[in-house]
C-alpha cells in the first residue's frame, strides 16, 4: 500500500499538547476522532475531532458520571489508563482500565457527541484493553501476565455490549524482546493480522513495535525493522519517550500513526531529562514498505516539524488560549476536576462574572477532592491571570486559602494565594514537593478583594506575582518547573501540569480568569 499522490503540508508537533497520553484514534468518513488517558482526573477520556489531523477541538468525555468513573480516593495517577476507540456498525466503543476500581470496561454510544453506555466490566487482568471487530467476532486483548508472570498480550472473545468472555484469554504474544509489553492494537489488513505494540516502558527507553501473523491467535512474526518507531537512541532530544501508538488510514488511503511523546522542559544539554507538561500527543505519516511492513516518519522517529499528505481541509492557525469571564451557565470542556467533584461547591455566578469556589476542609495536599478546578498547561511559556476574593460570608478566614496553582497532583504544586493570619491580610507562595509543603514566601495586602494573580512560566521556571490594583505587579517568588516534573515523582505517574483555581475552608471569588500559551 502506497502513500497516495496528494499536496505535502507541514505540519507541527504536537497535534494535541499538554498532558494528554495513550492516543487512541479513529475514522468514520471524513472525521476522525482520538481519546486519551486521563487517571484520577475528572471527567474521563477526552474525546477529541478534528478533519485534517492537525486541529483538533475537545467535544466530550466518554466517562462523565460516577457509575462510569468511580474515582474516590484514588491514589495519584491511579484511575483511568489507556483508553482504546474504535467504531463499528454505527456506533463507538470505548474500552479502558481502571486500575483503582473494578479494572477494563467497555462503554458504547452511537453519538460520539452525547452520553455513552453504563459500562461492562471485563474479567481480565492487566491494562491497555483494545477491541477488534473481525467479522462476526469481537477481540479483546490488553496486557497481563502468564503462570510464570511474563509480561505478554491476552486475548479473548467477547461479547462487547455485556462484557461477556465468549473464549479463555491465551496469550498472543509476549512481544519482541523490550520490557513491558502493552498499549496493544490489532489490525486485519490484506488477509493478514497486524499486532502493534509499545515496548521498553513509557519512559526514556520507550518502543513501537510490529508483528503479524496469519491468524488472530497467532503465530506473530515480528517486523524485520523493530522498533519501528523510538526515540531512545534519538541525539536531538526534543521529543523524547515515543510509544503507545495507534494506526489510522485516511480517506485518501494515506496511513497516519499517533503516539504518545515528550518534550523535555530540561534540554538534555543540561543534562536532565525531566518533563512537567505531561506525555503529549504526536502525529506521524506512515508508508508500507514492499514487504507489506509500516516505516513512520524519518525512518522510526518524528519530529516537532513533519509533513505529510494530510487529508481535508487547510490546517488552522492552532489556538491553545484560554479564557473564562464566567458569563457563560455552562464550564467549558476544557476545565478538569481532581477525582470525583462535588458540583455543588461551584458555581458560576453570571450575574457578577464570577466563580464562586466553595472551600471544604480538603486541601490541595490531600488524597481527597479539594475546591479545585483546572485546564490543562499545554505550552512551556504560560501566563495565567485572575482576580480573586477571599470571602469570609461570616467564617473565620484565618489560615484558609484561595488562590491560583500550578499543579501536578497532591504531592507535587506550587499556589499563589490569599489568606489571613494573625490579623493581616497576605498574599502567600506555598510550595508542596515530595513531602516538603511549607510557605515560601509572603506579602501583607491592605484587602482580601480583588487581588489579581498572575504566573508567567517558561521550560525551566514558574514566576508568582500579584497586583492590588490589576496595574502594578510585585513579584512574589519562583517555582522551578523541575521541582513538578514526571521523572521526579516519589511514586511513578503519568500526568501533567495543570493552571488551576482553588478555594479551601472558605469562599474564593475569581474574575476573569485566562491562560496564555507561546508555542
Ligand atoms: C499505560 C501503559 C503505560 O496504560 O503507562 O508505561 C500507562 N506504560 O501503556 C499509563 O499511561
Not at 7 to 18: A, D, R
Amino acid at each position: 500500500m502506497k502513500m497516495k499522490k496528494n499536496g505535502l503540508q507541514k505540519f507541527k508537533n504536537p497535534i494535541i499538547s499538554g498532558y494528554n497520553p495513550d492516543p487512541s484514534i479513529c475514522r468514520v468518513g471524513d472525521d476522525f476522532y482520538l481519546v486519551n488517558s486521563t487517571f484520577e482526573f475528572y471527567p474521563g477520556v477526552p474525546v477529541y475531532h478534528s478533519k485534517n489531523l492537525v486541529n483538533w477541538e475537545l467535544v466530550n468525555y466518554c466517562l462523565k458520571n460516577k457509575e462510569q468513573l468511580y474515582l474516590e480516593g484514588v491514589r495519584p495517577s491511579g484511575g483511568i489508563y489507556a483508553p482504546m476507540l474504535c467504531y463499528h456498525n454505527g456506533e463507538f466503543f470505548m474500552t479502558t482500565t481502571n486500575v483503582t476500581y473494578k479494572g477494563h470496561m467497555i462503554v458504547h454510544t452511537k453519538d460520539i457527541y452525547g452520553e455513552w453506555s453504563a459500562p461492562v466490566w471485563i474479567d481480565q487482568e492487566g491494562i491497555d484493553p483494545t477491541l477488534l471487530f473481525d467479522g462476526e467476532d469481537v477481540y479483546f486483548a490488553s496486557t497481563s501476565t502468564d503462570e510464570n508472570g511474563k509480561a505478554g498480550i491476552f486475548m479473548c472473545k467477547i461479547n462487547p455490549y455485556t462484557g461477556e468472555k465468549l473464549s479463555e484469554s491465551v496469550c498472543i504474544s509476549h512481544g519482541c524482546g523490550g520490557i513491558c509489553p502493552e498499549g496493544p492494537h490489532i489490525y486485519k489488513l490484506n488477509g493478514k493480522y497486524y499486532l502493534l505494540l509499545a515496548e521498553g516502558g513509557t519512559e526514556y527507553g520507550h518502543m513501537v513495535t510490529m508483528q503479524r501473523a496469519d491468524s488472530v491467535f497467532g503465530p506473530y512474526e515480528p517486523c524485520p525493522h523493530n522498533p519501528i518507531l523510538s526515540h531512545r537512541d534519538n541525539p536531538d532530544g526534543s521529543i523524547s519517550c515515543t510509544g503507545h501508538a495507534d494506526l489510522e488510514m485516511d480517506q485518501n488511503g494515506n496511513w497516519w500513526l499517533v503516539c504518545l511523546g515528550i518534550r523535555p522542559s530540561c534540554t538534555p544539554q543540561r543534562g536532565l531529562k525531566l518533563h512537567h507538561l505531561g506525555r503529549e500527543t504526536f502525529l506521524s505519516p506512515v508508508v508500507w514498505d514492499e514487504d507489506g511492513w509500516p516505516v513512520v516518519g524519518n525512518t522510526g522517529r518524528i519530529a516537532l516539524e513533519m509533513e505529510g499528505p494530510l487529508p481535508g481541509d487547510e490546517i488552522q492557525p492552532v489556538k491553545r488560549d484560554f479564557e473564562d469571564d464566567f458569563s457563560e451557565e455552562k464550564f467549558s470542556l476544557h476545565y478538569n476536576w481532581i477525582r470525583n467533584p462535588h458540583m455543588e461547591n461551584y458555581v458560576r455566578d453570571t450575574e457578577n462574572r464570577q466563580l464562586v469556589l466553595k472551600g471544604t476542609e480538603v486541601t490541595l495536599n490531600d488524597r481527597d477532592t479539594p475546591t479545585w478546578i483546572g485546564i490543562r498547561q499545554k505550552e512551556f511559556k504560560v501566563q495565567a491571570d485572575v482576580t480573586v476574593s477571599l470571602v469570609p460570608n461570616g467564617q473565620n478566614t484565618a489560615g484558609k486559602r484561595a488562590g491560583l496553582c500550578a499543579f501536578y497532583n497532591q504531592d507535587y504544586h506550587y499556589e499563589i494565594y490569599l489568606t489571613e493570619e494573625d490579623g493581616q491580610y497576605k498574599v502567600c507562595l506555598a510550595k508542596h514537593i515530595h513531602d516538603m509543603f511549607a510557605k515560601t514566601a509572603e506579602a501583607v495586602v491592605t484587602s482580601l478583594e480583588n487581588i489579581r494573580f498572575r504566573i508567567i512560566g517558561d521550560e525551566l521556571n514558574y514566576e508568582f506575582w500579584y497586583s492590588e490594583d490589576g496595574e502594578n505587579y510585585k513579584k512574589l517568588g519562583n517555582g522551578s518547573t523541575a521541582g513538578l516534573a514526571t521523572e521526579g515523582t516519589m511514586d511513578m505517574s503519568f500526568t501533567g501540569t495543570y493552571i488551576g483555581m482553588f478555594a479551601e475552608g472558605v469562599e474564593g471569588h475569581f474574575k476573569a480568569f485566562s491562560v496564555k500559551v507561546e508555542p
